[in-house]
């Protein structure tokens, strides 16, 4: 320390040196945000992503199979056959169970993501266990991954199919990592305006697995009986209605009251499901007039195509269509701004342009007042939720520990001489996340509010034992290299205390940014602490005692 106390041009660079430090650790996360590039497309060399909270490692995950609408059962039992052969070859999955043509046993991410309603035979659901994670070193993130590009050659074999592997999410589940709300006040333009997003979706970079809430049409045969016929037939509508309604939905004719059994049980006539008629062979069913002549059924009833009726989704009072992905590698924040860069703006039918938003800090509400918007959900939202909470609260902490300084030292100025250590740590946090290969989480910003408190502290050490030697007289100088050396075990021991207590949460998938957050930016502050700080006291007492020295010469 005496040579950057007595040489400024060395104190500047330091002071320099330290600034260039902190800016060139931002850029490693803001780098993405700026490059030429674009946010689009891999992560740069020197990077660090920012998410809500990475994957965990977990013993369990769900694969859902969505076919198209008309899609018979049997066609859907043949896919999650087929899906079941490439499981089987797996040596790490322990078992699985599958559910055809209606959704597994609901749990928590199935109630947020929508699945626990669905049925039909167009759907099936797969959950698949794994040997337990204490048994095994692959990752279920790398099976999932693994699993996912074997899979898709099945999903080709079907088309208009989507196969979803669906992994326990760490934090509170979303309908998808990536996801889209689009309103509107016409059905026909929002389901097209969908379209439009869903085609945007496939051409993203790791985009995977995209979906959308409408069904496709589907194509019925509404059997209409002809009251005039039936009249000059000797048929009445009803008779005609009752044989159409035996012959496809069949009935409930009467109860038997069985020996042994509590509760009747009901006799139902029903054509299996090998024997059904085609609504185009009505001619083979027959009805006897008052006559007793034989009526076809097919002179009776005519055939009128049609379209089923599609379901029409509300949110807060407007109707939406979901549009929605998984990511395979990159975090969602890159491939929202790459999608709202390029559909920000789109060109709709009659003149209008699709209006993006939802991605500010504070949530926006729909309204469709101004035409078709798309607003994004989905765990972008969710993070910046995360993030804006506790920007708040380290903004709240900051302001609290100023405050109390200020009331202790009775001066403004030394308590930010105390804090300008807590900027300190970001020259070593998001290296820190680079070097171990994590995304900066949701986690890892609790670990830099954790570490502000404790590089304040290594701080007030070294300013109290300065102000404490001037009072005894020492020169500013020798004050300022003695509470150094003084304080210099203290506060290493300190140091080491905290990053030997957070290493046991280093291998943490979740809790890990917090550890690297608690261990990197403890390091490095801690070291630029013990340099900066005597530096920025030597420089502010130093002004004062020259102020101080002058107003004396001035009363003289």
Do not use: C
């Amino acid at each position: 320390m005496t040579p950057l106390i007595h040489r400024p041009g060395l104190r500047r660079g330091v002071l320099l040196g330290r600034g260039a430090a902190i800016v060139l650790s931002l850029l490693q996360p803001a780098w993405r945000f700026v490059r030429p590039g674009g946010v689009s497309g891999a992560q740069s060399r020197l990077g660090v992503e920012m998410a809500m909270l990475p994957k965990d490692n977990k013993n369990t995950f769900n694969i859902s199979l969505d076919m198209p609408a008309p899609t018979p059962l049997e066609t859907t039992d043949r896919a999650v056959r087929e899906i079941g052969a490439v499981l089987r070859e797996n040596a790490l999955i322990l078992n699985y169970q599958s559910w055809i043509g209606e959704a597994g046993v609901i749990d928590f991410n199935g109630l947020l993501r929508g699945t626990g309603g669905k049925a039909g035979p167009q759907v099936a659901e797969l959950r698949v266990n794994l040997i337990d994670k204490t048994e095994r070193s692959t990752t279920s993130i790398e099976i999932v991954r693994e699993l996912r590009q074997r899979l898709l050659a099945i999903q080709s074999r079907y088309p208009g199919s989507v196969i979803q592997l669906v992994e326990d999410s760490p934090g509170p589940p979303v309908r998808a990592m990536v996801m889209a709300e689009i309103y509107g006040p016409e059905l026909g333009p929002l389901r097209a305006v969908g379209k439009q997003v869903e085609a945007a979706f496939r051409q993203t970079y790791d985009m995977v697995e995209v979906n959308d809430s409408e069904p496709d049409d589907v194509h019925e045969h509404r059997l209409v009986v002809d009251r005039q016929k039936a009249a000059l037939s000797g048929v009445t509508t009803g008779e005609a209605a009752i044989a159409l309604r035996r012959l496809l939905d069949g009935e409930t004719l009467g109860r038997v009251h069985i020996a042994g059994e509590k509760n009747a049980v009901p006799i139902r006539l029903q054509i299996p499901r090998r024997h059904q008629i085609d609504p185009a062979l009505l001619a083979r069913v027959y009805l006897v007039n008052r006559q007793g002549k034989q009526v076809p059924l097919s002179e009776l009833v005519r055939r009128v195509p049609a379209l089923a009726d599609r379901p029409i989704q509300h949110k807060d009072g407007e109707r939406v269509v979901y549009v929605g992905g998984e990511l395979v590698h990159t975090a969602p924040v890159y491939a929202v701004l790459d999608l709202d860069r390029r559909l920000d703006g789109l060109p709709l039918p009659g003149g209008e342009r699709l209006a993006t938003g939802n991605l500010r800090f504070n949530p926006v509400m729909p309204d469709t007042i101004d035409g078709y918007r798309l607003l994004w959900d989905g765990e972008i939202r969710m993070t910046l939720d995360s993030y804006r909470d506790m920007l708040g609260a380290l903004g709240l902490a900051l302001t609290l520990v100023y405050l109390v300084l200020v009331a202790y030292y009775q001066s403004f100025a030394i308590p930010l001489v105390a804090m300008a250590a807590i900027p300190l740590g970001l020259a070593g946090i998001f290296p820190g996340h680079w070097l171990m290969g994590q995304s900066f989480t949701a986690t890892s910003m609790i670990g830099v509010i954790a570490l502000a408190g404790v590089v304040v502290r290594n701080s007030l050490l070294i300013i109290d034992f300065v102000l404490d030697y001037r009072r005894q007289g020492l020169d500013l100088r020798e004050a300022i290299l003695e509470a150094g050396a003084v304080r210099l075990r203290p506060i290493l021991l300190t140091a080491l205390a905290i990053m030997l207590g957070s290493a046991v949460m280093l291998t943490d998938p979740v809790f890990g940014g917090l550890a690297i957050s608690l261990i990197f930016g403890t390091l490095v502050s801690t070291v630029l602490t013990l340099i900066v700080v005597p530096l920025l006291l030597y420089l502010l007492l130093r002004y004062k005692d020259r102020k101080e020295a002058i107003m004396e010469k001035g009363t003289l």
